[in-house]
């Protein structure tokens, strides 16, 4: 909005012409999205607990520490990050570029999703809540209306194309199979990013490093110049993603502060099914879907540790680890909470790394 206010009065006033720059704007866009969790925060929480008395209910079948340790903390912290990332969007994005609205479209509707979910989970007193079939259907016409939508914003040859990284000119044409590939890469970025938050802080800091990656990503992919040389495909308009990603950057580190262990409020999946749709919506539109699952490879890690655990179990009976997700599995083997959080945290920043050698490596 800002930018779009100010912008035409640069010729008048200089000082305004800050405005025009992606980079000042990313920037404010941190700050303001981290101010806005510093100022909301505490009222949200206070908010929460007094509606939560119980708190989050807690698996029965979980590890055993949960009921002791987590057994009173609120959740829908999610709201949180969709405020701070949605106002400070708004502030610093340019609002006449329909890539912005198709990702705060995503991230709001997958946000209601998971606020259901948790809504239900919070009034049954219990830890299932929408069927498992109505929330996937709601998720999968979300993401298809964003990709419909986003297919009409593209250029061509772009538009159903994917992307291939490590190779400098492959773009490999599937036609309208491109909008089952970006709603199966939406919906699953969402949901992976949902089995990954089990832990305090274990989420939030993997996707902050995952969106910084992006907003680097966006800024490069939309300027003809870099991505000339980096020879990777230019994608006009994808640049003003770059304060979007940077907008989940200020949301993440700022309810990072409340979340951190012992957490104060749970981001729920109001939190991290939008956190994930973003990330998902983003890499589909820079052209960067196989990209992300290396940049998010830890979520694609706890992703496949619960489908092999069941299907394990229902071919042969036999777990093959102690608990699914993964890190319910090294709680089961005597690992300290924190000693797991910061070492996953430790592999989502080498994954982050090698995706975006990507970059370069061509």
Partial sequence: ???????????????FNVFRYLTFRSGAAVLTALFICFLLGPRIIAWLKMKQREGQPIREDG?????????GTPTMGGVLIMLSLAISTLLWADLSNGFVWVVLFVTLGFGLVGFADDYLKLTRRSHRGVSGRVRLLAEIAIALAATVWVVSLMQAPLETAIAVPFFKDLLLQVGWLFLAIAVFVIVGSANAVNLT???????????????GCFALI??????????????????????????VCAA??????GFLWYNAPPAMVFMGDTGSLSCGAALGAIAVIAKHELVL?????????ETVSVIVQVASYKLTGRRVFRMAPLHHHFEKKGWREETIVVRFWIIAAVLALIGLSTLKLR
């Fill in 63 to 71: 590890p055993e520490n949960h009921i002791a340790t987590k057994q």
């Fill in 218 to 243: 966006a800024y490069l992919v939309g300027n003809a110049v870099f991505a000339n040389y980096l020879q990777i495909h230019f994608v006009p308009g994808t640049g003003e993603l770059a304060v």
């Fill in 197 to 211: 938050d089990g832990l305090d802080g274990l989420a939030i800091v993997p996707v902050m490093i995952a969106a």
């Fill in 293 to 301: 699952a290396i940049i998010g490879g830890l979520f694609v890690l």
């Fill in 248 to 253: 989940l950057v200020g949301s993440s580190l």
């Fill in 1 to 15: 909005m800002l930018h779009n206010l100010l912008t035409p009065l640069a010729d008048d006033f200089i000082i």
